[in-house]
């Protein structure tokens, strides 16, 4: 019968990805209730968004001026996109697990799996970047 205890990097990278998620949420639920108490004006007047659910992307974006890309960050006094933030901790938490198991590769010795650790870590911080664009 095959061993099926997970092994330590296994370990790792669950035990931090267990606790970015619960982060993540936690933050999603507090920018929620900064959006909806209004503790931050939002950037649409939410007796607005009814109006804009029609628009497709370019025409809400037009419509609103709101820029496309990492924009958002100079926008977070504004309570519709501090929920942005919990979000994008969501997506970069995948690239923090890949980095924490690279000095237990390491340490095991096994540099092929370190370096294909590294290079996945690389490759998801080079699609978040916006330097690779598809489309228009």
Known sequence: MANLKP????????????IGMKVGLAGLFIAFVIYVFQI??????????PAMWK??????????K???GWFWITMLRYGD??????????????IFCFLRVIPIYLKKGDKLYAFLALLQALILLLAASGILKVGH
């Not at 092994?7 to 267990?18: F, I, K, R, S």
């Not at 931050?40 to 968004?49: A, F, G, K, S």
């Open 81 to 94: 996109f501090l929920t942005f933030l919990p979000i994008c901790f969501l997506a970069f938490v995948t």
């Open 40 to 49: 931050l004006p939002p950037y649409v007047p939410i007796n607005e968004l």
């Open 7 to 18: 092994t330590e990097d296994q370990l790792a990278y669950a035990n931090l990805l267990d």
């Open 66 to 68: 709101i820029k496309q």
């Open 55 to 64: 628009l497709n992307l370019h025409e809400y974006l037009e419509t609103t």
